[in-house]
């Protein structure tokens, strides 16, 4: 196991995996301590089950970013990532969907709700952990094509 560890040096692209792992653990806890209210009496086993799996392969992720050293690896990382940040949307969108009828009496306003700064916190979270994941993806493929010593693959080739 420390021959895998050996000469690895964190990249820009594992800062950002870890940020949007980070992000997202952050947005569930909020998810988990303020997501009940008189319109959505449990929590979504939908948006805590996408968000766990998205962090269990993002962690994952984050181990192979440094070891992947070869370009063809970096691409199959690449668009494993786009599948991650995919998830990551999967589940701030089932978290919107699910607190559509607390949202709609936002709007409307009839009973006088108030949006929450639970909700706020926790919807900025899980999108930003989107966000930090399509970076991520973009910053592993640039990786790819572009070496450590500068230059594209096929220049140096």
Known sequence: MTDVFKGWKPSLAFYFQAAALACSLVGVIIYGASGKNIFTPELSAGVLGVAVAFMILQAAGCFFCGTFKRAD????????????????????ALYISYNVNYLASVLVSIDGTKITGGFVAAAIFLILSC????????????????????????ERE
């Open 73 to 92: 690896m970096r691409h199959v990382l690449s668009l494993c990532q786009y599948f991650f940040a995919v998830l990551a949307f999967l589940s701030f």
């Open 131 to 154: 966000a930090l994941a399509i970076a991520a993806a973009v910053l592993i493929g640039r990786s790819a094509l572009v070496g450590e010593e500068g230059g594209t693959r096929d």
